[in-house]
């Protein structure tokens, strides 16, 4: 283990870090059942998935997931709006081809046009569905990249996930009132 860690230069290092701390919010909020507490441990998850990025150079990915979190802000206030849904999917395009390098950032962007659907449009299990397809994409760039806390991270972000789907299906048949809504 420290002759792997002795290969790897800082930069690398500081984004395997960032990946580890990423790991904990977003299992912290795909582990809540409350939507909102959600998006506000994405957001801190996303500030240290962007380092990550950026210390792996994946810029692409680092300026969308920059865009995560602008992304996260807008659907709070703004969620089921059309107009600045499609506007954030065309910023994301724009970000993505401007930072392009590669085929690997195919991922990244996958991942945007699932999260800003996901989090514009839905709530309850079809978001969480949206947001397990949104990761699963970022784990193929995470281990596209070599980041084993990236890659980590959106692996227990898609298993935490599913199990809170799990759990949110068992609270609807137990509970089908408080689903009305």
């Known amino acids: ?13 500081l984004g395997q870090v960032c990946g580890l701390v990423a790991l904990g919010f977003c299992i ?12 506000v441990l994405l957001i801190s998850a996303n500030v240290a998935f962007a380092l990550m990025f950026a210390f792996f150079e994946s810029w692409t990915a ?6 995560v979190i602008v992304r996260i802000t807008l659907a709070r206030k703004y969620q089921g709006n ?8 065309a910023v994301n395009l724009v970000v993505a081809w401007a930072t392009w390098k ?3 950032d195919v991922f990244p962007l996958a991942a ?6 996901g989090m514009f449009m839905l709530r309850g ?12 994409s970022w784990m193929l760039n995470n281990i596209m990249i070599g980041s084993v806390g990236g890659t980590l991270a959106e692996g227990m972000v898609v298993i935490t996930n599913f ?12 509970y089908p009132q408080a689903f009305d809504t």
């Open 82 to 89: 059309w107009p600045i849904m499609l506007g954030m999917l």
């Open 125 to 136: 299990i079809p978001l969480r569905l949206m947001l397990a397809g949104a990761a699963i």
């Open 1 to 13: 283990m420290i002759d792997l860690i002795a290969d790897m230069t800082l930069a690398e290092v």
């Open 62 to 67: 680092s300026a969308l997931t920059v865009l």
């Open 102 to 104: 590669s085929i690997t």
């Open 112 to 117: 945007a046009v699932f999260g800003t659907v």
């Open 163 to 174: 199990i809170t789907i799990y759990r949110l299906v068992r609270m609807k048949r137990r």
């Open 28 to 39: 912290a909020g795909f582990a809540n059942k409350n939507d909102d507490r959600l998006m």
